[in-house]
């Protein structure tokens, strides 16, 4: 298993409950991979360097997580047609994950 970290970007109009439940979902994409999620950091509502979809302003969630490759490949396809998910971007942190590394 490797260790990954994915940020996704919401919408400012997007309510609580539906980002928990993507969040869940996500969640449980990689546990039924095999895979653990670390850390869930909700940096709440920020302002955007630009202009996403007309929008000023999007509700950023970061996700750490130790999984297989094709967790990650089904947590992005599932961001894609989620609605609400402006952006996304997963990045592989480590080639390995160890249990003792953990916080």
Known sequence: MRQYETLMLFSPEMPGERCQEILAMMSGIV???GGKV???????MRTLAYPVRKQT???Y???E???PGEAV??????LRIAEGVYKFL??????TYA?????
Do not use: F, P, Q, T
């Not at 490949?73 to 599932?78: H, I, L, V, Y």
């Not at 997963?90 to 080639?95: G, I, M, N, T």
């Open 38 to 44: 670390l850390i869930e950091d909700d940096w709440g």
């Open 61 to 63: 969630v970061r996700l």
């Open 57 to 59: 302003r999007g509700h």
């Open 99 to 103: 249990e003792a590394k953990e916080n």
């Open 90 to 95: 997963s990045v592989k942190l480590a080639d």
């Open 31 to 33: 546990e039924r991979a």
């Open 73 to 78: 490949a089904e947590m992005e396809r599932n």
């Open 65 to 67: 997580y130790a999984a």
